[in-house]
């Protein structure tokens, strides 16, 4: 398939399928908005993503942070393509509000793909996982990119990636990204002895225009994986449950 050149035209547009020229129309055009980048995937880790979705055929990918939507469509897109498989995507949705993220998606021609939800990812969204009534294949984390937020996705919806299964964490150089939870969890892993043999992971570099880097990890073990301190964690949990219920009752 052929994917966006940067955040520019594609390439050989007329000879793609009708449904398949939509999906460019509506990801170029995200593209152009102002302040998408460097808070959406590039065009070529889009297409990365797409690859890999081909590859592993999920039946359940689950992706937390949905934000303008185009992960979400690279990843939809790549189920689309294959024939097969459900998107769970996890957001609060604040901004855009999640009936603007819908009709980008339904405007794509991939509604059927995608399940949005709203909610915090570690208590909402990962009860909707739950009822999916099977294992996630593939996981993608880019949402909240704090140390504890990315902990606790990785702990909670991690736990949910089946034997073999993957998950994907964007912006792995805090240096280049300014966020420092993705590399707190792939430290935590390389250094933490009991969690040395229970994920395998490749690290992938990604366009010198978004440098901020991918890893991929595969399940090889079962088991938690406890990344955060026990308060931590609940405490998060709590803290994020309450300023959802909070900013309901300050919209209702």
């Known amino acids: 398939m052929d994917g966006c050149a940067g955040a520019g035209p594609s390439k050989n547009l007329n000879v793609l399928s009708a449904e398949a020229l939509r999906f460019h129309e509506v990801v170029e055009e995200l593209y152009r908005q102002p302040g998408i980048l460097p808070w959406s995937v590039d065009a070529e880790t889009g297409r990365s993503l797409y690859s890999l979705v081909r590859l592993v055929e999920p039946e359940l990918a689950v992706e937390v942070g949905t934000y303008r939507g185009i992960s979400t ?101 805090p240096e280049r990204s300014g966020r420092d939870g993705p590399r707190y969890v792939l430290n935590f892993l390389a250094e933490t002895h009991s969690q040395r043999n229970k994920w395998q992971v490749i690290e992938l570099p990604t366009p010198a225009h978004a440098p901020y880097g991918l890893a991929i990890l595969q399940r090889l073990a079962e088991g938690p994986t406890r990344v955060l301190p026990r308060p931590v964690y609940w405490l998060y949990q709590l803290c994020t449950l309450f300023r959802f219920w909070l900013r309901g009752k300050r919209q209702a």
Request: one cysteine or more; aromatic letters at 4%; proline letters at 4%.
């Open 73 to 173: 469509l690279w990843l939809a897109r790549a189920l689309e393509d294959n024939g097969k498989g459900q998107l769970i995507s996890l957001d609060l949705f604040e901004n855009p509000p999640i009936g603007e993220v819908e009709r980008t998606i339904e405007e794509a021609g991939l509604a059927g793909r995608v399940q949005l939800v709203r909610g915090p990812s570690t208590t909402i969204g990962a009860e909707a996982c739950r009822r999916a009534g099977q294992p996630i294949d593939l996981l993608f984390i880019d949402g909240d990119h704090r140390v504890e937020a990315c902990g606790a996705d990785f702990e909670t919806l991690g736990a949910l990636v089946r034997m073999g299964g993957l998950v994907v964490l964007h912006d792995i150089y």
